[in-house]
């Protein structure tokens, strides 16, 4: 069980900035390697309740340049993690980057399946004030009942996550 506490907070404009601080670090390092910088995940979606913690997906052409892509971030301090047993999405962590938001950093091809499940739910989102709604409630009451276990906060909130993705045509 992760005993790290959870922390939903309503949305601050704040994320944008946030995003677009840790976008330029990156883009200084491999922007001739990428094909896109995305805010991905509940910070991208004005208005909706989140996690204070930046999503971003670097996309790829495909991995061909993936070794130099993961050499290049190395160089400003990230570990390469693998996939961490999600297909199409590699996830990278961090030590000590105390000038920018808690963020994830994830490197998908433009053909990620993944990377198409990020893009459409978070478009769906920007563009359905209702399901933001619901999914603002029930991720703050999952973080008020679970507030240690990130796995029961994660099941409590899977059936709107399902709703959604029923609704954008991801399932």
Known sequence: MNTKNIVVLPYDEKWIDDFIKIKAELEEIISDLIIGVEHVG???VRGLSAKPIIDIDLVIKD???FDEVVRRLASIGYIYE?????EGREAFRYDNKPH?????????SAQSRELHRHITFRNYLRTHPEAVEKYS???LEAAKLYPNDIEKYLEHKSSVIGEIYKQC???
């Open 42 to 44: 509940s910070t991208s």
């Open 63 to 65: 991995y061909s340049i």
């Open 82 to 86: 693998g996939n961490l047993g999600i």
């Open 100 to 108: 920018l938001q808690e963020h994830h950093v994830y490197v998908c």
């Open 137 to 139: 409630k029930i991720k």
């Open 169 to 171: 045509g991801l399932i």
